[in-house]
């Protein structure tokens, strides 16, 4: 089973509807996006010479462009590593060098990122621009068939950090993602040719696994104009592409929310909006719900397990007279159709209601593996079970709430931020000698991310820190917060107590 085959598919029976668009503008009918599919997959295959299971690294800010690259990967058999276009040059050269990419498709945006990586990266062959001549050039070529590809052959390497530092590459196959989309239809929404789905947040996470479904069924897929998304620019592109959904961030949530221009509008053409990726505040989901109505779902899940473990249908949302409905809305709903959740003490024994404890997941969901870490792969699949991190338990009828999203990440804006990344860039500084990175609650942000620095007496700003951080790292991963203290609280073995930190925050007075 190739994911491509959708495409084909409806490039034969739907010649001449939209298959992408960009605002209100037809970008290409299914016939064109079928084309430039099999056409780019002969380019990969021919001009580049990248053989079925390489890798083709996807680096480029939301576009049509980016859709045509991830599908003619899997047309030609490649595997694709979409990358997060907001990382730090050293965080995507780790990536690209730890997958062994062959080749990358960029935007002019992230060229100067990548090219220079030609002259360091054994594996690197080849930096193509799209848009522009070059991808059109390869898109042009000679079509190829389709590659034959099995339900456990790779389709996606989701790079996701971990706690213990370098990001992890969550292989996922043909198999899972067509899974993933099974249990859409099944748990979120059935969708038609008729449906449009909107990319507003980026298509290397959440956007581009959501999407996946829509593809599959013949839906448009809608770039908004601005890159961005606000009311005004929504309202207008409902009105072209009914049947929409869309998958945002809590804090997109909450901003579409406040707009003005939404109060009161006509949302008749917005079908669903998918939110996740971090806590939403029960009071900021009121407020969601009042101006969008039933038309809110929440999705619980993980790189390693794409867009499924739990799930919060609209009915749910709907369900306002339901004695516990205040609480199942701040849970992350209940266990998706395609896999089993358990909760499970330390020695992976089953917890009953009410219990706190680990999260674990099976199913034909679950990832294959990490990419070329079978120590990290053994342990967090140890026993069958996918071991999510997270703390959490169940209520009497299923619904599973979080009481850490796990015990270290911190989540800003729906993005994923790993302490240990953070600490790793401080220490870098000369003068700091000790640093412990920790999540503070945000109204607009979910979490921000807060650092306590020990020095070695030696004067340093804030700004010296940021500097330092800025030269390794992602900027939406610098602290948005310091605080110099003189020690960090440790146990009898020497580890840091973040927990206790975090409650010097929640305590609502300066750390000291």
């Not at 042009?140 to 992890?168: M, N």
């Not at 979910?446 to 007496?457: C, K, L």
Request: some cysteine.
């Amino acid at each position: 089973m190739n994911l491509a085959s959708w495409v084909e598919r409806h490039g034969r029976r739907r010649r001449h509807e939209p298959a992408i668009a960009v605002g209100d503008v037809v970008h290409a009918t299914w016939s064109e996006f079928s084309a430039r599919v099999s056409g780019g997959a002969g380019g990969l295959r021919g001009a580049l010479g990248l053989e079925p299971g390489d890798r083709l690294a996807i680096l480029m800010r939301n576009r049509p462009e980016y859709l045509e690259v991830q599908f003619a990967a899997w047309h030609a058999g490649l595997v694709a590593v979409p990358v997060n276009a907001r990382l730090h040059r050293a965080e995507i050269a780790y990536i690209l060098e730890h997958s062994g990419t062959r080749a990358v498709v960029t935007d002019e945006e992230h060229a100067e990122e990548v090219r220079p990586l030609l002259d360091v990266l054994p594996t690197l062959e080849t930096v193509v621009l799209a848009p522009g001549p070059e991808w059109d050039a390869l898109s042009s070529s000679q079509p190829v068939p389709l590659t034959d590809r099995g339900r456990d052959d790779p389709a996606w390497l989701f790079y996701t950090s971990g706690t213990t530092g370098r990001p992890k590459g969550a292989t996922l196959t043909h198999g899972n993602l067509l899974m993933a989309s099974l249990s859409y239809f099944a748990d979120i929404d059935p969708v038609s040719e008729h449906d449009s789905v909107l990319h507003a947040a980026p298509l290397s996470h959440g956007s581009g696994l959501y999407g996946l479904p829509h593809v599959a069924r013949g839906a448009t897929s809608v770039f908004p104009s601005s890159g961005a998304l606000a009311g005004a620019e929504l309202l207008a592109l409902l009105g072209r592409w009914p049947g929409m959904s869309f998958f945002a961030a809590p804090i997109m949530v909450k901003r579409l929310s406040a707009d003005p221009a939404l109060a009161g509008a006509n949302l008749s053409g917005l079908k669903t909006i998918i939110y996740g990726g971090a806590p939403m505040y029960l009071a900021d989901l009121e407020e969601a719900l009042a101006t969008f109505g039933p038309r809110l779902a929440q999705i619980y899940g993980q790189g390693e397990t794409p867009m499924t473990i739990t799930g919060l249908s609209k009915a749910d949302h709907a369900d306002h007279d339901h004695p516990r409905w205040r609480s199942r809305m701040q849970s992350v709903g209940f266990p998706r159709t395609d896999v089993e959740v358990r909760v499970v003490d330390d020695d992976g024994h089953e917890l009953p209601a009410g219990q706190a404890g680990e999260v674990v997941v099976r199913g034909p969901v679950v990832m294959a593996g990490y990419w070329d870490q079978p120590v990290e792969t053994a342990d967090t699949l140890r026993g069958g079970w996918l071991h999510t991190g997270d703390v959490g338990s169940f209520d009497e009828d299923g619904f599973l709430t979080l009481h850490d999203r796990s015990k270290d990440l911190i989540i800003s804006g729906g993005m994923n931020i790993y302490p240990r990344e953070v600490e790793e860039a401080l220490l870098r500084q000369p003068h700091v000698q000790a640093v412990a990175v920790v999540g503070r609650p945000d109204p607009e942000w979910g979490e921000s991310v807060v650092a306590f620095v020990v020095t070695d007496g030696t004067e340093t700003t804030t700004e010296e820190l940021d500097r330092t951080c800025l030269d390794s790292i992602a900027r939406f991963k610098r602290p948005k917060e310091y605080f110099f203290v003189e020690s960090l609280p440790v146990n009898n073995y020497g580890k840091v107590l973040k927990r206790e930190l975090r409650d010097r925050l929640g305590a609502g007075s300066e750390p000291a």
